[in-house]
Nanobody, 119 residues
Framework: QVQLVDTGGGLVQPGGSLRLSCAAS????????MGWFRQAPGKEREFVAR????????FYADSVKGRFTISRDNAKNTMYLQMNSLKPEDTAVYYC????????????WGQGTQVTVSS
């Protein structure tokens, strides 16, 4: 059974930084794509970034490109999202997710962690 546990959210001032973590367990993830999504109040969930667990190749939404960095530590089975230059519009619940490389649907989700950017 795949389990994803995302942590690291909190309250930060505009321009500040946070690092989210997603601890993955339950299987080997070499054939998986791992991603981060977010959902702000009253809005639909949106894609933030993804990473190939095996190759480390990454892809970002335009809204976070240059400010956020996704990475993974294979030895710890953990994925990260380093968020810099945070803006109030980054406020949302952030979720980590996983899908098999050959599929398009993310089947596994973390419980979510709240990020609030406010002065």
């Amino acid at each position: 059974q795949v389990q994803l546990v995302d942590t690291g959210g909190g309250l930060v001032q505009p321009g500040g930084s946070l690092r989210l973590s997603c601890a993955a367990s339950g299987r080997t993830f070499s054939n998986y794509i791992m991603g981060w999504f977010r959902q702000a109040p009253g809005k639909e969930r949106e894609f933030v970034a993804r990473i190939s667990w095996s190759s480390g190749s990454t892809f970002y939404a335009d809204s976070v490109k240059g400010r956020f960095t996704i990475s993974r530590d294979n030895a710890k089975n953990t994925m990260y999202l380093q968020m810099n230059s945070l803006k109030p519009e980054d406020t949302a619940v952030y979720y980590c997710a996983a899908r098999i490389k050959t599929l398009t649907t993310y089947d596994y989700w973390g419980q979510g962690t709240q990020v609030t950017v406010s002065s």
